[in-house]
């Protein structure tokens, strides 16, 4: 178990399936942060805009639809916790930008602010996409992998770790 104990980014790769969210949670659980929030987003499921919004908040009125009161991101939902970015191999580019650049200063602006906000959460990340070949193929930027990969676990499918199919159903 040294992954869990520290507090450094984590890539969870494996077909889909695999259990890649039950091990984002366990890291978790058995971390220094489990007392704290663990705050889960799908990336592939939710548009850019609305996608940036709900991982760096917005302030007042920053774009059509928004609310009359600033709203906080996922990542200050998770100050102190994890924030578990599911299928990161789906997030755009330009989001890829604003996500690097979050890591790199500890800290957000959010979307239509003017003041940056520190953040300390841990990254936890999983996909099913071969990162290394979006990289040769520039769909998804090398040094946000670099950034995130700080440990990477790769998950077997469970047909080649028939012994983990009754856990995983019992957790689920």
Avoid at 86 to 112: F, T, Y
Avoid at 142 to 164: A, H, K, M, Q
Wanted: net charge negative.
């Amino acid at each position: 178990n040294v992954i869990a104990p520290t507090d450094s980014n984590v890539i969870i790769l494996g077909e889909s399936g695999t259990g890649k969210d039950v091990m984002a949670r366990y890291i978790h659980d058995h971390s220094g942060r489990s007392d704290k929030a663990f705050i889960s987003v799908n990336c592939a499921a939710l548009p850019e805009q609305l996608l940036e919004s709900e991982l760096f908040g917005y302030e007042a009125g920053a774009f059509t639809g928004a609310l009359s009161k600033a709203k906080i991101g996922l990542f200050e939902a998770a100050s102190g916790g994890t924030l578990f970015l599911d299928e990161i191999g789906e997030m755009p580019l330009a989001l890829q930008s604003k996500l690097l650049r979050a890591l790199e200063n500890h800290e957000i602006r959010r979307v239509g602010g003017v003041k940056n906000i520190p953040i300390d959460a841990r990254i936890i990340c999983a996909t099913n996409a071969n990162l290394q070949e979006m990289i040769k193929e520039k769909t998804f930027r090398g040094d946000l992998y670099y950034r995130l990969s700080v440990f990477t676990l790769n998950l077997p499918p469970l047909r080649e770790r028939e012994e983990d199919i009754i856990p995983l159903a019992e957790v689920f």
